[in-house]
């Protein structure tokens, strides 16, 4: 159970291109998730926290005009890098919470991530 | 001062060895901790959430120290496909919002 999967996972485009990224929860429905980047070592950075039915909460110093999240059903969420540019280049890795899991509730589990890289 | 910080290694060991990882915290609030595990490339994948009483999976034995802020993950008998990155992973103030530590790096030698 609580698996999550991202598509694609891999993207190249040409800058100034958008690209949208799917997450996925598969075995449970998904009111919260995450999306996170992940730079070549370092650690994740939160992008920001998906609702399903509202607007995505975003960390600070992250535009929300140029990462567009949208999150119309318990079992999906999107990212949309919009205008991308080589320093967009990077992991990116949604992540999901099931509210109904037995464990701890703050556990959230991860999609395999998605590597972009913009030329 | 990071909200979560961790030695970033590399932590270079032959195998059979014990090795121990550290992290503090700065949010006294938090509730939940956990250890994950990266492979290069890969998702994060959870190897265990640490419990007050502290807690053994195996090899792993994580120990939570609340009073000062501190969690620690031991591997005993390190095997070669030990060798990944441990993020230390705590949870924030609000939005069941998790904040990861920098990673320490393990290398397992044969």
């Known amino acids: 159970g609580a698996v999550v999967s991202q598509h694609p996972s891999w993207v190249i485009c040409k800058s100034g291109t958008s690209v949208k990224i799917e997450c996925r929860s598969l075995?449970?429905?998904?009111?919260?998730m995450f999306w996170y980047r992940q730079f070549p070592k370092q650690s994740l950075m939160l992008m920001a926290t998906?609702?399903?039915?509202?607007?995505?909460?975003?960390e600070q110093g992250v535009e929300k005009d140029k990462f567009l999240i949208n999150h119309a059903s318990l079992t999906l969420s999107t990212l949309t890098v919009t205008s991308a540019h080589p320093e967009d280049s990077s992991f990116y890795i949604c992540?999901?919470?099931?509210?109904?899991?037995?464990?701890?509730?703050?556990?959230?589990?991860f999609g395999p991530g998605t590597r972009l890289t913009v030329l | 001062r990071k909200e979560v910080e961790q030695d970033p290694g590399p932590f270079n060991v032959p195998e059979g060895a014990t090795v121990a990882f550290n992290c503090t915290y700065s949010?006294?609030?938090?509730?939940?901790f956990f250890w994950y595990r990266q492979d290069c490339r890969k998702e994060p994948k959870l190897l265990m959430s640490?419990?007050?009483s502290g807690n053994e999976d195996g090899r792993f034995t994580a120990q939570l120290n609340r009073a000062s802020q501190y969690i620690s993950l031991l591997i005993r008998d390190s095997k070669l496909s030990d060798s990944a990155t441990y993020l230390c992973v705590v949870n924030g103030d609000s939005s069941y919002k998790l904040i990861f530590g920098s990673g320490t790096r393990l290398l397992v030698r044969p």
């Open positions: 949010n006294s609030a938090s509730q939940s």
């Open positions: 992540s999901a919470r099931d509210q109904f899991w037995a464990g701890d509730l703050n556990e959230q589990f």
């Open positions: 075995d449970f429905q998904a009111t919260t």
């Open positions: 998906s609702n399903e039915g509202s607007k995505a909460t975003y």
């Open positions: 640490v419990y007050s």
